[in-house]
């Protein structure tokens, strides 16, 4: 085994992202001592009985001290009470960072507390599932996924390189762009799937003419695949929305208008343009599968997903 990258990493939150990052640090013997902070005792004693660190408190001060690298794992509209709470304890020359899926209000929330010295480096793993807590992690989870970077101004370059090599090491592809461009592009690669997901869904849930039982018995006609993403966590998805307001309504916007244009199409009766328009979609499903973003297998993955190598 290669010398850990760091002495002490500290995890606040320990759910999903958190517990995934436990175990590929674990794994791969990223670090000397991993402490882990979470909210409440419930979930600290779960994180406990998985055996994911080697500390375990619910005040996050008490973790982050002396640790090198801090990764905060917590609801984006969270991220500033906990970074106001952690900031006393942080070491000068620690590295910051978080896993949040939106980075315009994280920062804005964030760096304010950051003190001098410390490495406030704000990041984003594009993997998940819809599950939640410290038992849906996985060591895989972030094998040949994406860790985009939002480097504040100032940044200095070797903790980003130091931080970059750690996400490689726990598999990740690394990007870096600025914080406005990231929360536009999320907005319609996740965010947007994910609110159609929940509207279609809440919308079969309300139908009267169509039996909720029906709705199960023959959702393997397509409606199963939105049940996955709108299964996701309701806390995490609340505050996306509400941190990711502008440039999700960009997109709804964006949305509404070509969903305009394929009513009428239909309304009209215009073959050739829905042909067209499902011909431009399906290229896009085969350049996903290139470029390894999923597998071409007949339940959209879903088996690989929830069975993943060594988890
Ligand atoms: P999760 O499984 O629900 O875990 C959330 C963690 O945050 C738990 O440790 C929870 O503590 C803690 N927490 C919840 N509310 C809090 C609060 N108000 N103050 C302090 N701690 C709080 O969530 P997750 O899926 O790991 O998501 C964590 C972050 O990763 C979010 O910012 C999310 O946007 C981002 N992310 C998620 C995914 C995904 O697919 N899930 C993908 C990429 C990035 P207790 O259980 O002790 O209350």
Known sequence: MTSPMFEKIALVGIGLIGSSLARVIRREGLARHVAISTRSAATLKRAEELGLGDSYTTDAR????????????????????????????????????????????VIAQMQPHVPDGVHFIPGHPLAGTEKSGPDAGFADLFDNRWCIFTPVPGTDAGALERLSEFWRRCGANIDTMDPQ?????????????????????????????????????????????????AASDPTMWRDVCLHNKDAILEMLARFSEDLAFLQRAIRWGDGDKLFDLFTRTRAVRRSIIEAGQDIDVPDFGRQAVEHPKGS
């Not at 996740?190 to 309300?206: E, K, M």
């Not at 199963?224 to 993403?229: A, G, K, S």
């Open 181 to 229: 461009h990231h929360d536009m592009t999320l907005a319609i690669v996740s965010h947007l799937p994910h609110i159609i997901a929940y509207n279609i869904v809440g919308t079969a849930d309300d139908l009267e003419s169509v039996t909720k039982t029906e709705v199960i018995k023959y959702s393997a006609s397509g409606f199963r695949d939105f049940t996955r993403l």
């Open 62 to 105: 008490v973790a982050v001290r002396d640790a090198d690298l801090i990764i905060v794992s917590v609801p984006v509209g969270s991220s500033g009470a906990v970074a106001q709470e952690i900031a006393p304890a942080l070491k000068p020359g620690a590295i910051l960072t978080d896993v949040g899926s939106t980075k315009a209000s």
